[in-house]
Nanobody, 133 residues
Framework: VQLQASGGGLVQSGGSLRVACVASGFDLEHYAVGWFRQAPGKERKGLSYISSDSDTGTGYYEDSVKGRFTISRDNAKNTVYLQMNGLKSEDTAVYYC?????????????????????????WGQGTLVTVSS
C-alpha cells in the first residue's frame, strides 16, 4: 500500500509540468487527495486538493497557484494529477501528494484547509520541481 509521486523535473520559467500521484494497494477514488510542496528551509504547505465525491472530484486551490495549477483525477489509472502552468522560480520545491481517508467527514466543508500535519493517511515520497529563471 503506497503512494508514489512522479513527474518532477527541470523547467524554464513560464513553462509547464504535470506531476502524478499514483496509488497502489488501495482505491484512490475513495480518498481526498492533496498536493503539498516544501521549498528548502521552509515548511511544507498545501497547494491543491481534490475531493472524493463524484467521478471527477471537486478541486480547491491556494491563492498562490489559483489559475495556474489544475488538479484532476483519473480513477481508471488510480492517479491524481497536478498540471502546473506558468511556472515561476518560487514554485521550485519538492512536491508531495497525500491521501487521507475520511478527512471530508471529519472536517466538513473546509476539509481542504486542514494543515499537512492532519493528513495522517498516505504520503508519497516527493518529486523535485526546479524552475529556472
Amino acid at each position: 500500500v503506497q503512494l508514489q509521486a512522479s513527474g518532477g523535473g527541470l523547467v524554464q520559467s513560464g513553462g509547464s509540468l504535470r506531476v502524478a500521484c499514483v496509488a497502489s494497494g488501495f482505491d484512490l477514488e475513495h480518498y481526498a487527495v492533496g498536493w503539498f510542496r516544501q521549498a528548502p528551509g521552509k515548511e511544507r504547505k498545501g497547494l491543491s486538493y481534490i475531493s472524493s465525491d463524484s467521478d471527477t472530484g471537486t478541486g480547491y486551490y491556494e491563492d498562490s497557484v489559483k489559475g495556474r495549477f489544475t488538479i484532476s483525477r483519473d480513477n481508471a489509472k488510480n492517479t491524481v494529477y497536478l498540471q502546473m502552468n506558468g511556472l515561476k522560480s518560487e514554485d521550485t520545491a519538492v512536491y508531495y501528494c497525500a491521501a487521507e481517508p475520511g478527512i471530508e467527514r471529519r472536517y466538513g466543508r473546509t476539509w481542504y484547509k486542514a494543515p499537512p500535519a492532519l493528513w495522517v493517511g498516505y504520503w508519497g515520497q516527493g518529486t523535485l520541481v526546479t524552475v529556472s529563471s
